[in-house]
């Protein structure tokens, strides 16, 4: 794939495509749905903070008058609360070309889901892995659907404990949850893509970490309130890699896209290599049966 300095430059026209993004009242995903609009595709900001989200929508409306924008309530942290947006999906839209699954939380306190999960895992993964199994019946009836995990570089310091995957026997560490949930991220793109190879309608899946970018995820933490002013990039930078791995015709599923500078903190979009734990096969069924478990939702890939 060309490692030019791919921009939002080389979006296409997305007039009459439908783009779901997760998480759009800031950062990444308010960037995202910002460019998705003013590329025409109509946009459903699925948010938790519906009043944050009617604010960023106007702001767009106001920069691209043509914007056609939905702003619908989705709480990652409710198993229900993904079941009823996926049903106003699927009762309200014939097509969904792009899910971006771009929404989580980051270094924040121990706490649960409203079904017990640890936050960032039941947020980051689960939630989304609940989410993306409701709407996969639309994704297949749309030609040419694809499906976008978001990861981290952080996923480097994930090792996800099976036995332990709410952190109810150990001592919570915050950061290394991040880590188990980020590469939760990658082990769900990659079991997905291979249980989806040989299917005809199959959407394509691929994955994208932003490097380090500068946004509201990280409020909690006081390292990186010190240190992104040297290291980070700005959020229209750092959503390039999800935009690429959104629209990029050259994409193949289970490619994984993050930025081309010194260990992928900054630059222009190409495709990266996760690391070796991240490609091990047998955690990724371990976790992708135990998600089904989990969330009580079956793919229907067949």
Same mark, same amino acid.
């Not at 942290?77 to 993904?82: H, I, P």
């Given at each position: 794939m060309s490692k030019s300095k791919w921009s939002v430059e080389n979006i296409p026209d997305l007039e009459g495509k439908v783009v779901i993004v997760t998480g759009a009242t800031s950062g990444l995903g308010e960037e995202a749905a910002k460019i998705f609009s003013g590329k025409r595709a109509t946009v459903i900001m699925a948010v938790r903070n519906t009043q944050k989200g009617e604010s960023v929508a106007?702001?767009?409306?106001?920069?691209?008058? !043509? *914007?056609?924008?939905?702003? %619908?309530?989705?709480? =990652?942290?409710?198993? $229900?609360?993904?079941?009823?947006? @996926?049903?106003?999906?699927?009762?309200?839209?014939e097509r969904l070309d792009i899910l971006i699954n771009?929404?989580?939380?980051?270094?924040?306190?121990?706490?649960?889901?409203?079904?017990?999960?640890?936050?960032?895992?039941?947020?980051?993964?689960?939630?989304? !892995? *609940?989410?993306?199994?409701? %709407?996969?019946?639309? =994704?297949?009836?749309? $030609?040419?659907?694809?499906?976008? @995990?978001?990861?981290?570089i952080a996923h480097r310091q994930g090792n996800i404990d099976f036995d332990d995957i709410n952190w109810e026997k150990r001592k919570y560490v915050t950061g290394k949850a991040y880590g188990d949930s980020k590469i939760a991220n990658l082990y769900f793109a990659y079991e997905l893509a291979r249980k989806m190879k040989g299917v005809s309608d199959a959407p394509l899946i691929t994955i994208a970490h932003p490097g380090w970018t500068s946004t509201d995820l990280q409020r909690h933490s006081l390292m990186f309130r010190i240190l992104n002013p040297i290291f980070s990039q700005n959020v229209a930078n750092g959503v390039l890699p999800t935009l690429r791995a959104a629209v990029d015709n050259n994409a193949k599923s289970g490619d994984y896209f993050g930025p081309s500078g010194f260990l992928e903190l900054k630059g222009f979009p190409v495709v990266v290599s996760s690391n070796e734990l991240s490609m091990d096969e047998s955690k990724a069924k371990r976790l992708w049966n135990l998600s089904e478990k989990l969330t009580n939702v079956q793919y229907q890939l067949g």
């Open positions: 106007q702001k767009i409306r106001t920069e691209f008058p !043509f *914007a056609k924008i939905e702003v %619908l309530n989705l709480d =990652l942290d409710s198993l $229900k609360s993904v079941q009823t947006f @996926a049903a106003q999906i699927l009762a309200n839209y771009n929404a989580g939380v980051m270094a924040c306190p121990f706490s649960k889901t409203a079904d017990g999960f640890e936050i960032q895992m039941g947020v980051n993964h689960l939630g989304h !892995f *609940a989410l993306t199994g409701h %709407l996969m019946p639309l =994704l297949k009836k749309t $030609k040419g659907s694809r499906i976008v @995990a978001t990861s981290s």
